[in-house]
T-cell receptor, first 115, second 112 residues
Framework: ETGVTQTPRHLVMGMTNKKSLKCEQH?????MYWYKQSAKKPLELMFV???????ENNSVPSRFSPECPNSSHLFLHLHTLQPEDSALYLC??????????????FGSGTRLTVV | QKEVEQNSGPLSVPEGAIASLNCTYS??????FFWYRQYSGKSPELIMS????GDKEDGRFTAQLNKASQYVSLLIRDSQPSDSATYLC????????????FGRGTSLIVHP
């Protein structure tokens, strides 16, 4: 496996369900991200894990909960979602160094539909 | 608030023409600039990065950066129908933040 792998590719869930999205990166990067992409909107940063730090967008509802057990794996736990949470959820990784910024490698995304 | 602006398009060009995509940003201390290509239903893919003023060429793609005017552009020469996609501009600011600000993207259509 190479790059950034996300599973599942598609997910349909009811509002009372609990599910998790999984992301794994094989690039040796030290930062991982969750983004939400809705139609006609810019990419919305949800969470960042870098060098064991967690950064979050304060506007993300608590029904989204991230977990990063190590530098290669990232999860997004979902519970009691709303229909407006239906979107493409993208995982990304990058290398972060002092004074240097590199571009992202994105996973293939999870298309989430909340019914 | 840091802003990155792109014309949403669609920008329609004939096959073989030069497609010019533009991006402006508000934060004067921005230092790193990226272009991503996103095909419909797919995830974004990094295609160009540029860090200093001037042009950077990679195959049919040229990124142009003008920090004084606060814009970055992407030129695609000899456009092909396979270039039809949404192009996202992303800008990083210095000062500790490694998290870029993304524009909304420009939809490009290359017609035969």
């Amino acid at each position: 496996e190479t790059g950034v792998t996300q599973t599942p590719r598609h997910l349909v869930m009811g509002m009372t369900n609990k599910k998790s999205l999984k992301c794994e990166q094989h690039l040796g990067h030290n930062a991982m991200y969750w983004y939400k992409q809705s139609a006609k909107k810019p990419l919305e940063l949800m969470f960042v894990y870098s060098l064991e730090e967690r950064v979050e967008n304060n506007s993300v509802p608590s029904r989204f909960s991230p977990e990063c057990p190590n530098s290669s794996h990232l999860f997004l736990h979902l519970h009691t979602l709303q229909p407006e949470d239906s979107a493409l959820y993208l995982c990304a990784s990058s290398q972060v160094r002092q004074g240097a910024i590199y571009g992202y490698t994105f996973g293939s995304g999870t298309r989430l539909t909340v019914v | 608030q840091k802003e990155v602006e792109q014309n949403s398009g669609p920008l329609s060009v004939p096959e073989g023409a030069i497609a010019s995509l533009n991006c402006t940003y508000s934060d004067r201390v921005s230092q790193s600039f990226f272009w991503y290509r996103q095909y419909s239903g797919k995830s974004p893919e990094l295609i160009m990065s540029i860090y200093s003023n001037g042009d950077k060429e990679d195959g049919r793609f040229t990124a142009q950066l003008n920090k004084a005017s606060q814009y970055v552009s992407l030129l695609i020469r000899d456009s092909q129908p396979s270039d039809s996609a949404t192009y996202l501009c992303a800008v990083n600011t210095s000062g500790g933040s490694y998290i870029p600000t993304f524009g909304r993207g420009t939809s490009l259509i290359v017609h035969p």
